[in-house]
């Protein structure tokens, strides 16, 4: 099987900055998108930000120009660098990754357990 660990989320006041970690585990071939969703307390989880295998990414509005996620292969670890942060960004922080177990298999997409973020204004 497969997990995903994710690190680095704490208490931080209105303006910081965080770096989120999240590494691969287990029985893995390769590993297609990586991504980073959150989820607001009474909100539903939403998407952040996809990054491929070869490092072209997608954000969403909301964070763009604030947020940079990136990836390490080697190390199966993928980051979210979130800066400026505001009271709104304020939830739990969970990644995912598709990833193959064996070559030619179709890719399947597993998470993280979450890191909890939270911004003081």
């Known amino acids: 099987q497969v997990q995903l660990v994710e690190s680095g989320g704490g208490l931080v006041q209105a303006g910081g900055s965080l770096r989120l970690s999240c590494a691969a585990s287990g029985r893995i071939f390769s590993i297609d998108d990586m991504g980073w969703y959150r989820q607001a307390p009474g909100k539903l989880r939403e998407w952040v930000a996809t990054i491929a295998r070869d490092g072209s990414t997608r954000l969403t509005d909301a964070v763009k120009g604030r947020f940079t996620i990136s990836r390490d292969n080697a190390k199966r670890t993928v980051y979210l660098q979130v800066n400026s942060l505001k009271p709104e960004d304020t939830g739990v922080y969970s990644c995912?990754?598709?990833?193959?177990?064996?070559?030619?298999?179709?890719?399947?997409?597993?998470w993280g357990q979450g890191t909890q973020v939270t911004v003081s204004s």
């Open positions: 995912n990754a598709e990833v193959k177990s064996q070559p030619y298999y179709s890719p399947t997409t597993y």
